[in-house]
């Protein structure tokens, strides 16, 4: 089924759709409208002039046909409509010429010159519309590519290869749920015979796509718990109660509740596969060390991943200083380790004589061989996509999985993109934490802004000035720091040190500014959201956003759990001059489950997985937010279905199973 034996796709075309993504006959299948326009009869005396109309009416003129060079025709006749008479052009339809007799009812759809009393028309229907409604799909294109091309591509690519699309929904379903099949639901998304039809087809559509997503998640799931697929362990519970004993702070019963259940994970022989998720600051990571210390005692190598250097490097000093009596060989393993020491880290991960390494991507996207990997801890895990999280875990024979995410996810999205694994919850923060102080300003109190500021750096605190929206690839965000820059230069540079970071940054000129701002060094730090995950630094007290409006309410919590890290009293101001209702949710809510419900109310899950992640989330028709029902139906079918033995169900698994491997 390649796109290049479709009927009409030549190798322009071809380049265009594959710039778009679409690859093959079932991405242009599945290219569905983006939405739909919905044309109702007009009426000549309402329409407006060079307004598109539709209208129907019977022929009262034979057509007078004009022939042009290069092969060019115009028809024009005279039409007789309920709303007046009217002339009607078309061009290069000569073919019609034979069918458009007088008094033919026809439905014409064009422009309409109020003036001339003309209607150039860009298609004609042999029939009258009656009372239906047209509706036409609209796409998404590329430059080059016209509506009208797409529709054809598609409608050809339905014609010759649409029983060929593979239909992931199980017979039995479609027959309960009276489901038409694969090509008839595609044929009425591209082509709507009516908006109840529509409707229905649609429904069908989301419904296969998330039974697909389901199955798979439910099919991981259930590989994961089999028995003897993972490694059983024997660990030393008396050394793993000393080291944390010897910690500066006691655990919480929430964090003691989560160490119980990381540790049974690795003592069975089934594979740990759990999430721990925990609002930012609930002290997640020194739980990654302990199951990584409890990983090495037993024999294994571990493997910490973050999703930035600078927390990779954070951490990497913080279990230094943690196990600074311990002996374990700790290593940190980055985009910027030079060549000859990551050369040295591989030879040593090969032969087993290192015990933790920590580091970023970097670790998946080389080649890395380990000599007995145990253990894999992805840090801010929304930050992987799936297929990402399948590459680590690829490395070594069975290793445990323990994914750390501080973005508390609505439930919608914990049964998908967490629906295969366990979860343990730190619900609680570290006692003798201070509510951090959220407060709403305006650009024009940036003067009380700056007399805030002041206060708290006398205090010999530290802030945190964050840059409006930005990307580490877009080209405005340099100035945009720097103008801020300038900006904190001129208010306080006599008396304090100002510096900046962001993504463009080598890693080690950005290393160097966080450990310069962790050593109080710098007083305040300004900052694209490359801070935004798990940084640590407990004297920061004060944050101040700017252009807070541009970001999610997520990212702002995350963001503001960069403060309030301490027994000192931290306080977050975000300005904005708009958007103050939904950002008024930060002043009173410091609850991060109750922030992502919200944000995810009001922008979807977009923000929630940000641009980078959200790969493996987008679905092409199917949206949680308003398709949960549909997802819970589809989860639970997808449940019964794996359990399931009929042949014809089993041709389907197969598919399906390969299209999880594949990923
Ligand atoms: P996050 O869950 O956002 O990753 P961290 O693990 O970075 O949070 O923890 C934040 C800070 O709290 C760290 O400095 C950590 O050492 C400290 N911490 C962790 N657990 C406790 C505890 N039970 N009591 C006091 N401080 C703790
Ligand atoms: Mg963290």
Same mark, same amino acid.
């Given at each position: 089924?390649?796109?290049?034996?479709?009927?009409?796709?030549?190798?322009?075309?071809?380049?265009?759709?594959?710039?778009?993504?679409?690859?093959?006959?079932?991405?242009?299948?599945?290219?569905?409208?983006?939405?739909?326009?919905?044309?109702?009869?007009?009426?000549?005396?309402?329409?407006?002039?060079?307004?598109?109309?539709?209208?129907?009416?019977?022929?009262?003129?034979?057509?007078?046909?004009?022939?042009?060079?290069?092969?060019?025709?115009?028809?024009?006749?005279?039409?007789?409509?309920?709303?007046?008479?009217?002339?009607?052009?078309?061009?290069?339809?000569?073919?019609?010429?034979?069918?458009?007799?007088?008094?033919?009812? @026809?439905?014409? &759809?064009?422009?309409?010159? %109020? #003036? *001339? /009393?003309?209607?150039? =028309?860009?298609? $004609?229907?042999?029939?009258?519309?009656?009372?239906?409604?047209?509706?036409?799909?609209?796409?998404?294109?590329?430059?080059?590519?016209?509506?009208?091309?797409?529709?054809?591509?598609?409608?050809?690519?339905?014609?010759?290869?649409?029983?060929?699309?593979?239909?992931?929904?199980?017979?039995?379903?479609?027959?309960?749920?009276?489901?038409?099949?694969?090509?008839?639901?595609?044929?009425?998304?591209?082509?709507?015979?009516?908006?109840?039809?529509?409707?229905?087809?649609?429904?069908?559509?989301?419904?296969?796509?998330?039974?697909?997503?389901?199955?798979? @998640?439910?099919? &991981?799931?259930?590989?994961? %718990? #089999? *028995? /003897?697929?993972?490694? =059983?362990?024997? $660990?030393?519970?008396?050394?793993?109660?000393?080291?944390?004993?010897?910690?500066?702070?006691?655990?919480?019963?929430?964090?003691?509740?989560?160490?119980?259940?990381?540790?049974?994970?690795?003592?069975?022989?089934?594979?740990?596969?759990?999430?721990?998720?925990?609002?930012?600051?609930?002290?997640?990571?020194?739980?990654?060390?302990?199951?990584?210390?409890?990983?090495?005692?037993?024999?294994?190598?571990?493997?910490?991943?973050?999703?930035?250097?600078?927390?990779?490097?954070?951490?990497?000093?913080?279990?230094?200083?943690?196990?600074?009596?311990?002996?374990?060989?700790?290593?940190?393993?980055?985009?910027?380790?030079?060549?000859?020491?990551?050369?040295?880290?591989?030879?040593?991960?090969?032969?087993?004589?290192?015990?933790?390494?920590?580091?970023?991507?970097?670790?998946?996207?080389?080649?890395?061989?380990?000599?007995?990997?145990?253990?894999?801890?992805?840090?801010?895990?929304?930050?992987?996509?799936?297929?990402?999280?399948?590459?680590?875990?690829?490395?070594?024979?069975?290793?445990?999985?323990?994914?750390?995410?501080?973005?508390?996810?609505?439930?919608?999205?914990?049964?998908?993109?967490?629906?295969?694994?366990?979860?343990?919850?730190?619900?609680?923060?570290?006692?003798?934490?201070?509510?951090?102080?959220?407060?709403?300003?305006?650009?024009?109190?940036?003067?009380?802004?700056?007399?805030?500021?002041?206060?708290?750096?006398?205090?010999?605190?530290?802030?945190?000035?964050?840059?409006?929206?930005?990307?580490?690839?877009?080209?405005?965000?340099?100035?945009?720091?720097?103008?801020?820059?300038?900006?904190?230069?001129?208010?306080?540079?006599?008396?304090?040190?100002?510096?900046?970071?962001?993504?463009?940054?080598?890693?080690?000129?950005?290393?160097?500014?966080?450990?310069?701002?962790?050593?109080?060094?710098?007083?305040?730090?300004?900052?694209?959201?490359?801070?935004?995950?798990?940084?640590?630094?407990?004297?920061?007290?004060?944050?101040?956003?700017?252009?807070?409006?541009?970001?999610?309410?997520?990212?702002?919590?995350?963001?503001?759990?960069?403060?309030?890290?301490?027994?000192?009293?931290?306080?977050?101001?975000?300005?904005?001059?708009?958007?103050?209702?939904?950002?008024?949710?930060?002043?009173?809510?410091?609850?991060?489950?109750?922030?992502?419900?919200?944000?995810?109310?009001?922008?979807?899950?977009?923000?929630?997985?940000?641009?980078?992640?959200?790969?493996?989330?987008?679905?092409?028709?199917?949206?949680?937010?308003?398709?949960?029902?549909?997802?819970?139906?589809?989860?639970?079918?997808?449940?019964?279905?794996?359990?399931?033995?009929?042949?014809?169900?089993?041709?389907?698994?197969?598919?399906?199973?390969?299209?999880?491997?594949?990923?």
């Amino acid at each position: 089924m390649a796109l290049k034996d479709i009927k009409g796709i030549g190798p322009r075309a071809l380049a265009l759709l594959s710039k778009m993504g679409i690859l093959n006959v079932e991405d242009l299948v599945t290219h569905y409208p983006f939405r739909y326009e919905v044309l109702t009869r007009g009426n000549l005396q309402e329409t407006e002039d060079q307004a598109h109309i539709i209208i129907d009416g019977r022929i009262e003129s034979s057509p007078i046909l004009m022939r042009f060079k290069a092969g060019l025709n115009k028809m024009n006749f005279r039409l007789v409509t309920a709303s007046g008479v009217v002339g009607v052009s078309i061009f290069n339809r000569a073919f019609l010429k034979s069918q458009l007799t007088v008094g033919t009812g @026809i439905t014409v &759809l064009g422009k309409y010159d %109020k #003036k *001339k /009393n003309v209607i150039t =028309a860009s298609e $004609i229907k042999m029939e009258t519309l009656s009372n239906k409604a047209k509706i036409e799909p609209i796409y998404h294109l590329t430059n080059g590519l016209s509506q009208k091309q797409m529709a054809t591509f598609i409608n050809m690519a339905l014609l010759m290869h649409g029983n060929e699309i593979p239909d992931y929904i199980p017979s039995s379903f479609a027959k309960s749920y009276n489901f038409s099949n694969k090509k008839t639901a595609l044929n009425i998304l591209h082509n709507p015979p009516s908006e109840e039809k529509l409707k229905q087809a649609t429904i069908r559509l989301k419904y296969e796509e998330l039974f697909a997503f389901m199955f798979k @998640i439910n099919y &991981l799931k259930q590989q994961n %718990k #089999k *028995k /003897n697929s993972g490694i =059983a362990r024997t $660990i030393p519970k008396d050394k793993i109660e000393k080291f944390i004993q010897s910690l500066p702070f006691v655990l919480t019963e929430d964090q003691k509740m989560a160490v119980d259940e990381i540790l049974k994970d690795l003592e069975s022989d089934g594979r740990m596969n759990r999430l721990l998720q925990g609002d930012v600051g609930s002290g997640k990571t020194i739980l990654s060390f302990i199951a990584m210390y409890a990983n090495a005692l037993c024999g294994y190598q571990s493997a910490l991943m973050a999703p930035t250097e600078i927390l990779a490097t954070q951490h990497y000093h913080n279990m230094q200083s943690f196990f600074e009596k311990i002996d374990l060989n700790i290593v940190l393993l980055t985009g910027s380790t030079p060549k000859k020491e990551k050369q040295e880290i591989y030879k040593e991960l090969k032969e087993g004589k290192i015990d933790i390494v920590i580091g970023t991507h970097a670790l998946i996207q080389e080649d890395v061989e380990y000599a007995n990997l145990g253990l894999v801890i992805t840090d801010e895990q929304h930050r992987f996509g799936v297929n990402q999280r399948a590459n680590l875990e690829n490395k070594g024979k069975k290793p445990d999985t323990l994914y750390m995410s501080a973005t508390p996810i609505p439930r919608t999205y914990a049964l998908t993109i967490y629906g295969d694994m366990d979860v343990s919850t730190i619900k609680t923060r570290p006692e003798g934490r201070e509510k951090i102080q959220t407060i709403l300003k305006k650009n024009t109190e940036i003067k009380e802004v700056l007399s805030m500021m002041l206060e708290e750096l006398k205090k010999g605190h530290q802030i945190y000035v964050i840059a409006p929206l930005i990307e580490e690839s877009e080209n405005s965000d340099l100035t945009t720091v720097c103008q801020l820059k300038d900006q904190m230069k001129l208010a306080f540079g006599s008396l304090f040190q100002i510096d900046i970071i962001h993504g463009k940054m080598r890693s080690e000129a950005k290393e160097l500014i966080m450990q310069e701002f962790l050593q109080k060094k710098i007083q305040i730090l300004i900052s694209t959201t490359v801070i935004e995950v798990g940084v640590d630094v407990p004297n920061a007290t004060m944050m101040v956003i700017f252009d807070a409006n541009r970001f999610g309410l997520s990212t702002l919590h995350q963001l503001r759990g960069r403060v309030g890290r301490s027994n000192l009293k931290s306080t977050c101001i975000l300005i904005s001059d708009s958007d103050t209702k939904r950002l008024s949710i930060m002043e009173s809510c410091e609850d991060g489950f109750v922030i992502s419900e919200e944000d995810f109310k009001l922008r979807g899950h977009g923000d929630l997985f940000g641009t980078k992640q959200s790969g493996d989330m987008t679905f092409k028709i199917a949206n949680l937010k308003q398709d949960y029902k549909i997802l819970l139906q589809a989860k639970k079918d997808s449940e019964v279905y794996l359990k399931s033995k009929e042949t014809d169900q089993e041709i389907l698994k197969k598919e399906l199973i390969a299209s999880v491997q594949s990923a």
